[in-house]
């Protein structure tokens, strides 16, 4: 064999080898792992907008199991999720008066997937700077219900409207005794603006509970109390207790003969209010079709019957204007804070 000849041979075999190769590398490198050889599969390409929920949505309950807040929340899911086409997981995180739920909400993604309710408690925590948050932290998603306050007296109480009680009380500066839940509480500054629009001084008789103020009221130990309705109507309805004014926009249907403030010329409008949020950045389309499922869900049979077995009053506003709401009501507290010397970082 000439040289030449062999030359041929030797790369030509050495060209088969390679080409030989490079296709059992080739095959290895689909079968291996990534990284080793082979190369990664190109990302999928972007999908259309999601469509909102694609899958379950995380619900805080900052509330202990078994509260009003807790069934409250528990009863709005199960309703909404007809609605809104996905499932509602709840769980309780209460502690620090809803700080520790609500700070929970904050940690998570801003995409509609992490939720929480409250109530006029979390307006309040803000305001007394108790929370580390404030509302520009926070998107409210919809209002839904409330609880108002009222003014009542003892049903022998010689105060038979509202001005008896605030010429009384004008004639004897801090005698008049009004009392409700807790000091720096919702009863306490529907109480303290009452008095300051209507130019009477008071002494404020802080108790642990609605419920106790009521025992007070019934004997005889104190002049008026502010309440939600939930804790007098039984009192109210069996003649022991008289309703003089209510801190609702328009009269309430369970409370027809009890006029508003507003109608007697002070502008006090509080609800106990309960409502949900989320964190502040979820974009507005999926704020929408929250907000959209929320409000759908409040014509529901099931709601309803539930608003009635619990005594509580349809409070409706969208994402913006509760939002807005929200932020004044913590405005309007701090003034209350100030004013009465409650509250504050401790």
Not at 36 to 48: D, R, V
Not at 85 to 112: H, I, M, R, W
Not at 190 to 203: H, I, N, Q, S, Y
Not at 234 to 240: C, D, E, F, L
Request: proline share 5%.
């Amino acid at each position: 064999m000439n040289k030449s000849l062999a030359r041929i041979i030797v790369v030509a075999g050495l060209m088969i080898f390679v080409f030989a190769l490079a296709g059992c590398g080739g095959g290895l490198g689909s079968k291996g792992p990534a990284g080793k050889g082979a190369e990664k599969a190109p990302a999928s390409a972007p999908t259309a907008k999601e469509t909102f929920p694609s899958k379950s949505i995380q619900w805080i309950v900052p509330f202990s199991p078994g509260s009003g807040a807790d069934i409250f929340a528990r009863t709005l899911a199960k309703v909404t999720e007809k609605y809104i086409g996905q499932n509602f997981v709840c769980e309780n995180k209460p502690g620090g008066s809803t700080a520790v739920g609500v700070s929970y909400v904050l940690s998570q993604p801003a995409d509609g997937y992490s939720i929480f309710n409250n109530s006029s408690t979390l307006t309040f925590l803000i305001a007394a700077g108790q929370a580390p948050f404030t509302m520009d932290d926070l998107t409210g998603i919809a209002r839904i219900n409330g609880d108002p306050c009222m003014l009542v007296v003892n049903s022998k109480s010689q105060f038979k409207a509202a001005q008896d009680l605030v010429d009384y009380a004008k004639k004897n500066p801090g005698k008049l005794k009004m009392g409700g839940m807790g000091s720096g509480s919702t009863h306490h500054y529907v109480g303290t603006r009452f008095a300051d629009l209507a130019g009477f001084k008071f002494t404020w008789i802080p108790y642990e509970g609605g419920k106790d103020s009521v025992v007070a009221l019934l004997g005889g130990n104190i002049d008026a109390i502010i309440a939600t309705t939930s804790n007098v109507q039984a009192q109210i309805q069996s003649g022991n207790l008289r309703g003089l004014a209510i801190s609702m926009p328009e009269r309430s249907q369970a409370y027809k003969d009890v006029p508003t403030f507003k109608e007697l010329g002070y502008d006090v409008e509080f609800m106990l209010w309960r409502g949900v949020f989320t964190k502040k950045g979820v974009p507005e389309d999926r704020i929408a079709a929250l907000e959209s499922a929320f409000k759908k869900a409040l014509e529901d049979p099931e709601w309803k019957q539930y608003m009635k077995k619990f005594r509580q009053e349809s409070y409706w506003a969208g994402s913006k204007d509760f939002t807005e709401f929200c932020k004044k009501q913590v405005a309007s507290a701090k003034e209350f804070f100030t004013k009465t010397g409650i509250g504050g970082k401790k």
